[in-house]
């Protein structure tokens, strides 16, 4: 596989309905990604349009990593952060098909969100991931540092529950005051 291209998303039907269809597949595959299995089509394609709603109006970015013209990876750079966090951003919603994993796309949309959140001036950047089969050893490889853990934080798709490990990451040295 050549390098995938990664861009920012819009709210096309063709898009919505490819993050849909990603959306039920990885939390079929047991992701935690705030969603419950089975997951409704329906409500999948809601959450995304809702989603790309919100990056239409700047506050967020949905970034898609492709395989050729596939869709198959995809990670949210939050950016509605409250007014006292005017530097900071948040990464969500890192999903990729179970057949692409180990091909490098979940670290082209890292470094590619990484570098957005830079160029809108923000610096710390901070995630959540969970404890159980989540993405630690992922964002550990990409400089994050492990806050720490909250027991019990979520349901897993199948059932029962699971902590979330919180990461953060400083991309530039805080202003000097």
Aim: hydrophobic share 45%; proline share 7%.
């Amino acid at each position: 596989m050549s390098a995938p291209l990664v861009r920012p998303l819009a709210a096309t039907p063709a898009i919505v309905s490819v993050l849909a269809d990603l959306l039920v597949e990885t939390v079929a595959a047991g992701g935690s990604v705030s969603f419950i299995h089975p997951l409704d089509p329906t409500e999948a394609r809601g959450f995304w349009m809702r989603s790309l709603t919100a990056a239409e109006r700047g506050e967020r970015v949905v970034f898609g990593a492709f395989d050729g013209d596939e869709l198959v990876s995809t990670l949210t750079l939050l950016l509605d952060c409250p007014p006292n966090q005017p530097h900071r951003a948040e990464f969500a919603k890192m999903m990729t098909r179970p057949s692409h994993r180990g091909r490098g796309l979940a670290s082209a949309l890292i470094r590619a969100a990484e570098a957005e959140a830079a160029e809108r001036g923000r610096w710390l950047v901070t995630l959540d991931t969970a404890s159980e089969e989540g993405a630690a050893g992922l964002y550990e490889k990409h400089g994050f540092t492990l806050a720490g853990e909250i027991p019990d934080y979520a349901l897993k798709p199948h059932g029962g529950l699971t902590g979330t490990l919180i990461y953060w990451k400083r991309l530039a040295p805080a202003p000097v005051a």
